[in-house]
Nanobody, 126 residues
């Protein structure tokens, strides 16, 4: 059974840091690029970070560029999202899913599976 589980969320003050983890199972982790998404209340889900196949780099949405960093541990089938300099606007439920950088009027993260695991809530207080 395929599972993607985001964890590590919590309440943090503006300017603080959190590290989210995405643990996976049920598929060959090394064959997929895992991206991060978030959804704030009343808003659509948006891509935060994903892999760019054109240049084999990690793509970051402009609103997190320079503050968030993705890493992965293939031995643990886990992807991490290090979030620094958090802002109240970063408050959302964060999800992980296989995704790739795509273009449609602008760059965005396109989920390659229509499958979403349980997210983790991040709340940044001002």
């Amino acid at each position: 059974d395929v599972q993607l589980q985001a964890s590590g969320g919590g309440l943090v003050q503006a300017g603080g840091s959190l590290r989210l983890s995405c643990t996976t199972s049920g598929f060959t982790f090394a064959d997929y690029h895992i991206g991060w998404f978030r959804q704030a209340p009343g808003k659509e889900r948006e891509g935060v970070s994903c892999f760019s196949t054109s240049d084999s780099t990690t793509y970051y949405a402009d609103f997190v560029k320079g503050r968030f960093t993705v890493s992965r541990d293939n031995a643990k089938n886990t992807v991490y999202l290090q979030m620094n300099s958090l802002e109240p606007e970063d408050s959302a439920v964060y999800y992980c899913a296989p995704a790739l950088k795509s273009f449609y009027g602008g760059y965005y993260c396109r989920p390659t599976w229509n499958r979403w695991g349980q997210g983790t809530l991040v709340t940044v207080s001002s």
